[in-house]
């Protein structure tokens, strides 16, 4: 990771995953299980708050709902 610039990594919770859920439901709670851990991370990583600000930012529409 140190070689290829990679400060963190996220895991994740694969099995079993969406693609047991009804295709109607699958969806919107993957999405919410990915935005829940990605507030986590910005949470509790040492990331500078300039650059918290751009990724919520890039973010704002989708996570907002606007």
């Given at each position: 990771?140190?070689?290829?610039?990679?400060?963190?990594?996220?895991?994740?919770?694969?099995?079993?995953?969406?693609?047991?859920?009804?295709?109607?439901?699958?969806?919107?709670?993957?999405?919410?299980?990915?935005?829940?851990?990605?507030?986590?991370?910005?949470?509790?990583?040492?990331?500078?708050?300039?650059?918290?600000?751009?990724?919520?930012h890039?973010?704002?529409?989708?996570?907002?709902?606007?």
């Amino acid at each position: 990771m140190d070689e290829a610039g990679i400060d963190a990594q996220i895991l994740s919770h694969a099995c079993p995953g969406p693609e047991i859920l009804e295709p109607s439901i699958a969806g919107d709670l993957t999405r919410q299980a990915n935005d829940k851990a990605a507030r986590q991370f910005l949470d509790h990583m040492p990331i500078n708050p300039g650059d918290k600000e751009k990724i919520a930012h890039l973010n704002a529409e989708r996570l907002l709902r606007l």
